[in-house]
């Protein structure tokens, strides 16, 4: 019998495809989520695609004693921590709540696998943290926390520190902190993919929202990068790479260093305008786009070495670009937009 485990922000984008993979490879998982950003039908789905509906805990994780009630009873082995805010626009805002939120909820979490014995974790950080380090190709190597351009990525920069010192402070605690690049597509089945509630900020769910008709156009941030053709550039993984990557870095938990630090990302780098002509062709049709000014606190370029995660983890992406278009085309019709 497969260990058990709590997927926070098991609902979730990121949660859900990670949720399906993880079955799929044998374990019994169990979700915790307060709903916030995702939707309860998830569950329906991913019984749909795995035959397995797991177990869904309703739950804030600041709410203690909520969250005490889940551990004591789960019995699990390992807890992969999706929960968190990640609206880069509000977290600039409403800062205090996304350190409420993600610091405090990463506490009290931490807190409570303390006291019930659960000592392993996979944490979603993001390649935010590296800042902007003058390279466009991230290493591990490279120093974090340095120039983040949001209280967002202080949040994981602060978790990813915060998790260092449990290490740290207990031989039995171990810890993989995976940097994503950026995650975008959807289950080959199209019963899973990116729905956030309210307004989006990636541009994949804003194309998203283009398609179906409740944004006129996209706006481009910006043509006059030093790119090749002036449009940011950066790494998009499939959302089933990600999630792949999470059961391969679960895998290598026990026995290893007490933190381990990997980039998930392709190590290709596509501009805004590739996107947009990806997607096109992919869908049949123009996506209306026009260029405005640059976003602030965007970098012109960055990409992941994946090099560590590929060596060590044996895990490598695997769809292309097209793949990734294809795959949200058919979740968008199978959610009933015409495209
Ligand atoms: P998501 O919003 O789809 O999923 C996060 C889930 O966490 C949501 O279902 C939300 O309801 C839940 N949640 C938030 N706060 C909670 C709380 N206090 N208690 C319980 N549940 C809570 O986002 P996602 O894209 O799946 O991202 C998952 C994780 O990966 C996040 O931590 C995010 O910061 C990180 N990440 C995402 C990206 C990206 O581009 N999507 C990039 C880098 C890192
Ligand atoms: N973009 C547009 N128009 C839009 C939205 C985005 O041109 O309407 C451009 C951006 O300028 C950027 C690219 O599309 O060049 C991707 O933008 P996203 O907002 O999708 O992603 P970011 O790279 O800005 O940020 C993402 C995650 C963050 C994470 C960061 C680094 O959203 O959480 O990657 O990993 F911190």
């Known amino acids: 019998m497969k260990e058990k485990i709590l997927i926070t922000g098991g609902t979730g984008y990121i949660g859900s495809h990670t949720a399906v993979e993880l079955i799929d490879a044998g374990y019994e998982v169990e979700i915790l989520d307060n709903l916030y950003n995702s939707k309860a039908g998830v569950l329906e789905r991913i019984e749909e695609i795995t035959g397995v509906k797991p177990n869904f805990h309703e739950v804030d994780l600041r709410d203690a004693e909520a969250l005490a009630k889940v551990m004591a009873e789960g019995g699990f082995g390992t807890v992969m921590h999706f929960a968190g805010l990640k609206a880069v626009g509000e977290s600039v805002e409403e800062p205090l709540r996304y350190y409420e939120n993600n610091v405090g909820g990463t506490i009290n979490l931490l807190e409570c696998m303390q006291e019930y014995g659960v000592h392993k974790m996979v944490f979603s950080s993001s390649a935010t943290v590296y800042g902007d380090p003058g390279e ?66 990636n541009l994949m769910p804003i194309i998203m929202k283009v398609v179906a008709g409740e944004i006129p156009e996209l706006s481009i941030y910006g043509n006059d990068y030093e790119t090749n053709d002036g449009t940011a550039v950066r790494d998009y993984i499939h959302v089933v790479d990600l999630a792949r990557g999470h059961v391969a870095a679960m895998q290598k938990l026990d026995g290893g260093e007490r933190v381990q630090i990997y980039n998930l990302g392709s190590g290709k780098g596509t501009s805004v305008l590739e996107m947009v002509k990806a997607f096109s062709e992919a869908a049949g049709v123009a996506l209306p786009h026009k260029v405005v000014a640059r976003r602030p606190g965007d970098l012109a370029e960055f990409y992941a070495d994946p090099s560590k995660a590929n060596a060590e983890l044996g895990w490598h992406t695997e769809h292309t670009i097209e793949e990734m278009m294809q795959d949200t085309i058919n979740y968008l019709r199978k959610s009933g937009v015409e495209v």
Do not use: C, Q, W
């Open 136 to 201: 466009v190709r991230y290493t591990e190597e490279m120093p974090a926390g340095r120039e983040l351009s949001s209280p967002y990525g202080r949040t994981k920069y602060f978790i990813e520190e915060m998790l260092k010192d449990a290490a740290r402070s207990d031989a039995d605690f171990r810890v993989t902190i995976l940097r994503y690049f950026n995650p975008i597509g959807a289950h080959k089945s199209g019963l899973l993919g990116e729905d956030p509630n309210g307004r989006p900020n």
